[in-house]
C-alpha cells in the first residue's frame, strides 16, 4: 500500500482508466447533453454518486484558458441544491468558524435568480432561470443557470451568452473521456516535481 509520494505513470494512468470505466458503466442513468454541433475540446466534468447511484454528470466544452467554457450537469434530480451546493462553495471554499457565517452564505446562496432566459434544449427552447456574476472556475467569473425539471440541467458558463447555447443529446462520450486523458497525462508528464 502506498502511504505517499507521487503515484507512477502507469499507477496514474490505471485511476484514469478505471474512474473511465465507471462513468461508461453508469451514463445510461441519465440523460447526458451538450453544446450541439460542438467540435472543440471537450472533456469529464463533475460525476456524483450516491453508493452506486448517479446523482449527477456533468460535460464540458471549451477551454477556460483561451476562450469560451460550458459545463452542462445533468441531475437525477433538481438542480436547485447543487447549485446552492456550488454558490455556497464559490464564497465560501472552507467551512466557517461559525454557524452564523455559515448560514449568511447559505441564505445569499438560495435567493431566487433574478433572470430568466430561454435556451434551446433539442431544439425546444426551455426557460432556465440564470444567476449572472458568479464565480464558476477558480478566478473565472461567469453564470449559472437551472432548468429546474427532473432530471434538471445545470449550467456553468464562462465568456459565453446565453443566446449562444444551444444543447442536445450526447450519445458519445468517448470524445469527452479521451479530452479528460490527454488533459490529465499531460498535466502528468509536465509536472516537475518527477
Known sequence: MRYGGRL????????????????????AALPLYGMAG?????RIG???WDDDRLVHAGLT????????????????GPPLPLLIDMRVAAVMPQPPEDRKTYERNLRAASTPAPHRVGITVDGIP?????WPDQ??????????????EVPGLLLRVSDLAPAEIRLARVGDLEPHLVGTRAQLLAGYDADPSV
Open 38 to 42: 460542438w467540435t472543440g475540446p471537450c
Open 126 to 130: 426551455k426557460p432556465f432561470q440564470r
Open 135 to 148: 464565480q464558476v472556475l477558480p478566478a473565472r467569473k461567469g453564470w449559472l443557470a437551472v432548468l429546474d
Open 8 to 27: 507512477n505513470r502507469i499507477e496514474f494512468t490505471a485511476l484514469i482508466d478505471q474512474r473511465a470505466n465507471r462513468i461508461r458503466a453508469s451514463a
Open 46 to 48: 463533475s460525476w456524483a
Open 61 to 76: 466544452f471549451g477551454d477556460p484558458a483561451s476562450g469560451g467554457w460550458v459545463e452542462v450537469v445533468t441531475t437525477a
